[in-house]
């Protein structure tokens, strides 16, 4: 119930193209959906997120597209470049009962973006 | 945006020491701070929700008298791994998110534990 799914495992895109990771839920009771990269060896960092009632969010060259009746959502990164190299993990956050909001992650998407 | 600090970024120890592992907020407060591990190339698995002023919550098939937890400040947890042993060796991440009426957490930096 508080799985997310995420794929591809890993991702490797030209220089320029567009990256696209995808992930799907269950729970309805998720009310926000976080991005984060993860360079190796440090903490991950909030890229973009998206609340379920919003169908699509961009920033920058990042692009967040949401279907809540088929509970996916998506991750476009357009222009890719060897610096988004990174592993990215999608995220869903649900209330935990003790008092407090969790998160809980996919598995993770390696993405290599080659020159 | 709002920053979180840990210390130490790496720690090498000996099999059956303790190794502390500090969490700091650095320009907010929080009231609730979340630890994470993350084995290689794997996901974040939360290990335990961190509360100021009363117990931390476990989440389930982590050993609390294992992973002592104190949340001594609004800006200050500590992860304490007790005997540490070889299978304890991962990457250690604390968050925490900037206030009450939150969205987003803050991950810190992480703490490599090496224990040989």
């Known amino acids: 119930q508080q799985q997310v799914k995420q794929s591809p495992q890993s991702l490797i895109v030209q220089k320029g193209g567009i990256s696209i990771i995808n992930c799907a839920y269950e729970n309805t009771a998720f009310d926000y959906f976080p991005w984060y990269q993860q360079f190796p060896g440090k903490g991950p960092a909030l890229l973009i997120a998206i609340r379920p009632d919003v169908s699509e969010k961009k920033e920058g060259r990042f692009t967040i597209s949401f279907n809540k009746s088929a509970k996916q959502f998506s991750l476009h990164i357009m222009d890719s470049q060897p610096g988004d190299s990174a592993t990215y993990f999608c995220?869903?956050?649900?209330?935990?009962?003790?008092?407090?909001?969790?998160?809980?992650f996919g598995k993770g998407t390696k993405l290599s973006v080659i020159p | 945006g709002a920053v979180v600090s840990q210390h130490p970024s790496w720690v090498i120890c000996k099999s059956g020491t303790s190794v502390k592992i500090e969490c700091r907020s650095l320009d907010f407060q929080a009231t609730t701070m979340f630890w994470y591990r993350q084995f290689p190339k794997q996901s974040l698995m939360l290990m335990a929700t961190s509360n100021e002023g009363s117990k931390a919550t476990y989440e389930q098939g982590v050993e609390k008298d294992k992973f002592l937890i104190n949340h001594a400040s609004l800006t200050l947890s500590t992860l304490t791994v007790t005997s540490a042993h070889p299978e304890d060796s991962s990457f250690y991440i604390c968050?925490?998110?900037?206030?009450?009426?939150?969205?987003?957490?803050?991950f810190g930096p992480g703490t490599r534990l090496t224990v040989l």
């Open positions: 995220a869903a956050r649900y209330h935990s009962g003790a008092g407090s909001y969790q998160l809980t």
């Open positions: 968050s925490a998110p900037p206030g009450a009426y939150y969205n987003e957490q803050f």
